[in-house]
Structures are given as C-alpha cells and as structure tokens.
C-alpha cells in the first residue's frame, strides 16, 4: 500500500491509533522479501508549506 510522506503534523488521541506500521521508501520496499501487512510504501513526498509534490525517482 502506498502511503505519502508530508511535513505536515497533526495532535491525535493516542485512542485514534489501530496499529503499527513501517513505511519504505519504493527502493527498499521493491527489495523486501517478504511483504506483511504493515508494510507501506512511499513515493512521493508533499512539502504543506509551498503546497508542492517531489517524486522519488521511480521507473515505472
């Protein structure tokens, strides 16, 4: 599952949270044996204060 890395913070209540998980950047996370559940990846990046996406370099 592809998940988006972002500076943006947030406060949530710790009652909000459902479980772990391990966010890889696509290179590492193309290489990983054995995909589980928690396991995300990211390819894009979002910076909130100049409202702008980098992409991680990914050949599709």
């Known amino acids: 599952m ?5 500076n943006h913070f947030d406060v ?3 009652d909000t949270i ?3 998980c391990i966010v890889h950047i696509i290179k590492s ?3 990983l044996d054995d995909i589980g559940n ?3 990846f990211c390819c894009f990046d979002f ?3 100049i ?3 980098n992409l991680d ?3 599709v």
């Open 2 to 6: 592809e998940d988006l890395l972002s």
């Open 12 to 14: 949530q209540s710790a």
């Open 18 to 20: 459902e479980g772990k």
């Open 29 to 31: 996370y193309t290489k």
């Open 38 to 40: 928690e396991d995300f």
């Open 47 to 49: 910076n909130s204060v």
């Open 51 to 53: 409202g702008a996406f």
């Open 57 to 59: 370099g990914v050949i």
